[in-house]
């Protein structure tokens, strides 16, 4: 039966004291003295413990259980699992429950007061008709199994896992391997078996160069890329570039006109200096010129693109990729060149 009553865990925390000083008192066996706990965690322990009791006894459930797992972390006492598993049956933890005080018996053993070990059986009896167990078959050997986000162990599992009835969600993980998810129902006293097997993931083609495909001598000859798909990316580059350079024209265009207009204004106020209308002169002069030049850059652009475009020769054909346009500023104008 299922208990809320905080008497039972009152019982443990009155002898939980007196054990701890018992194992100070005895000398530890060597293999088990390197695990011993210290003083400082045997009276943490019991701090905690104490805490927990009063938790527990105001009905705060969820905190009462997180001391009393760090009372076992600090002192692996059996009895604290007695206490883990009444709070997590309080809680609606039915699972954790039946899988805790299944470890408190086998643990306890004869050591468990006859009075307990009834009532145990009894809580244990109920959490059965409140549980499922799941038996797992997962492939390959490795494999992580987890269980509603939870990371239960690697394939092959030890033992079947006793799990809350409901929906549940299970999940197979592995490098190398598609992972799997598959969600199943359970009710009350289920036992039921899932089966998942990975498939390795899908090679992928090495990059870097083209795929061979072998002689078929009844199908027809796969088709050779046309010069058009090859040189698609490459026109594209060239009418970006041809924008871009367009663009670039209009903007200096734009700021030569404004420095010329700011030259007049001087002139017209017959205030500026002979520097500062120099100065400004260079300007516009020098924005009209990279105006000139980034638009007969683009107009040179244009055309080769075009011309890449429309040449459908095979012996004139080239490497578009390899084509490049060069200017150079002369005293007296601009050069264009075509560079391959």
């Not at 260079?282 to 040179?300: M, T």
Request: charged share 20%; with cysteine.
């Amino acid at each position: 039966m299922i208990r809320s009553s905080a008497s039972a865990l009152v019982v443990l925390v009155c002898s939980l004291s007196p054990a701890l000083a018992h194992a100070e008192e005895a000398a530890p066996a060597p293999a088990a003295a390197a695990n011993a706990p210290d003083a400082a965690a045997k009276q943490e322990a019991a701090r905690r413990f104490g805490s927990a009791i009063k938790l527990y006894e105001d009905g705060d459930y969820q905190l009462a259980l997180a001391e009393f797992e760090r009372v076992y972390e600090l002192v692996p006492d059996y009895r604290v699992l007695y206490n883990i598993g009444q709070v997590s049956m309080q809680l609606g933890r039915y699972a954790r429950a039946l899988r805790t005080l299944r470890e408190y018996m086998g643990r306890g053993g004869d050591a468990v007061p006859s009075d307990r070990r009834s009532a145990v059986r009894a809580d244990i009896e109920v959490l059965e008709t409140r549980t499922a167990t799941l038996t797992l078959d997962i492939q390959p050997a490795g494999t992580e199994v987890w269980i509603d986000g939870v990371l239960i162990g690697q394939a092959p599992l030890a033992q079947a896992v006793v799990v809350d009835v409901g929906e549940r969600t299970v999940q197979a993980r592995r490098r190398g391997f598609v992972g799997r998810t598959q969600a199943i129902t359970l009710a009350g006293s289920d036992q039921r078996q899932l089966v998942l097997a990975l498939e390795p993931e899908p090679k992928t083609a090495p990059s870097g160069g083209p795929a061979l495909v072998g002689p078929s001598p009844a199908g027809p000859r796969t088709a050779a890329p046309t010069r058009e798909s090859k040189s698609r990316p490459v026109l594209w580059v060239g009418w970006g570039t041809t924008a871009t350079l367009a663009a670039g024209s209009a903007i200096a265009a734009v700021l030569g006109a404004s420095a010329a207009s700011n030259l007049r204004d001087l002139r017209d106020a017959r205030t500026a200096t002979r520097d500062a209308l120099d100065q400004e002169h260079d300007r516009a002069a020098a924005r009209f010129l990279v105006a000139d030049v980034l638009g007969v850059a683009a107009v040179a652009a244009g055309a080769t693109t075009l011309y890449f475009q429309l040449s459908g020769s095979r012996e004139r054909e080239r490497a578009p990729q390899q084509a490049r346009l060069g200017f150079s500023v002369l005293p007296n104008g601009v050069s264009l060149r075509v560079e391959h």
